[in-house]
């Protein structure tokens, strides 16, 4: 799924760059922050919490 910088997150994890592969994490119901190389476009989300 993919997501963009300034939407909530639907769920509590990292997010990667779409770009560049940088890796964000947020959680569910806060906003993601840009990349931190300035991109704004997020391909996947992993490492959700209790999924080990
Ligand atoms: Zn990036």
Redesign the pocket.
């Known amino acids: 799924m993919a997501a963009q910088a300034g939407e909530k997150a639907q769920k509590t994890g990292v997010f990667h760059?779409?770009?560049?592969?940088?890796k964000v994490s947020v959680k569910e119901g806060h906003k993601i922050p840009k990349?931190?190389?300035?991109?704004t476009e997020f391909g996947s989300r992993t490492d959700e919490p209790g999924n080990r």
Request: aromatic share 0%; glycine share 18%; hydrophobic share 10%.
């Open positions: 760059c779409a770009k560049c592969g940088e990349c931190p190389n300035g991109h």
